[in-house]
């Protein structure tokens, strides 16, 4: 397997699991926040076949949200691949829907709401049957 990328840290830097202990730390002080994190540096193998389409993608459509996604996609799961945790869960976890949507050809717009017209409707549970028993 060709590996696309890597995060390192300085020698003398924080490791993934130190970054990690300090911010479980009950009595720590935020404004010291920008010495907890590691300064990382992202390595890029160049001759990976998903950097060159990227690469690719990018020069050919400048403004494409999609590689966008794909690119700070790669980041995340370099995070979380390394052991770095990610600030904002949210917003990585609706850029992967995104990207699924796009790679099964889904309208970005459709709603997930959406009722499923094969699905049979719920049925209504009568609260007092399914009461449990009282006690005295």
Same mark, same amino acid.
């Given at each position: ?30 404004s010291m926040a920008g010495y907890m994190s590691s300064n ?10 998903? %950097?060159?389409? #990227?690469?690719?993608?990018? *020069?050919?459509?400048?403004? @494409?949200?999609? &590689? ?5 996609? $790669? ?23 995104? %990207?699924?949507? #796009?790679?099964?050809?889904? *309208?970005?717009?459709?709603? @997930?709401?959406? &009722? ?5 409707? $719920? ?14």
């Open positions: 397997m060709c590996i696309t990328l890597c995060l390192v840290t300085g020698e003398h830097g924080w490791t993934a699991n130190m970054e990690r202990i300090m911010k479980a730390q009950a009595l720590r002080d935020d990382m540096t992202m390595e890029i193998n160049p001759e990976n076949p998903i %950097m060159e389409e #990227l690469r690719k993608r990018a *020069d050919t459509y400048k403004n @494409d949200k999609s &590689v966008k996604d794909l690119v700070l996609l $790669l980041f995340g799961t370099a995070l979380l691949t390394f052991g770095f945790s990610l600030d904002d869960l949210n917003t990585f976890g609706n850029r992967i829907h995104r %990207m699924l949507k #796009l790679g099964l050809s889904i *309208d970005e717009d459709a709603g @997930d709401a959406e &009722v499923d017209s094969e699905m049979p409707p $719920l049925d209504y549970v009568d609260a007092e049957g399914s009461k449990m028993e009282e006690v005295d």
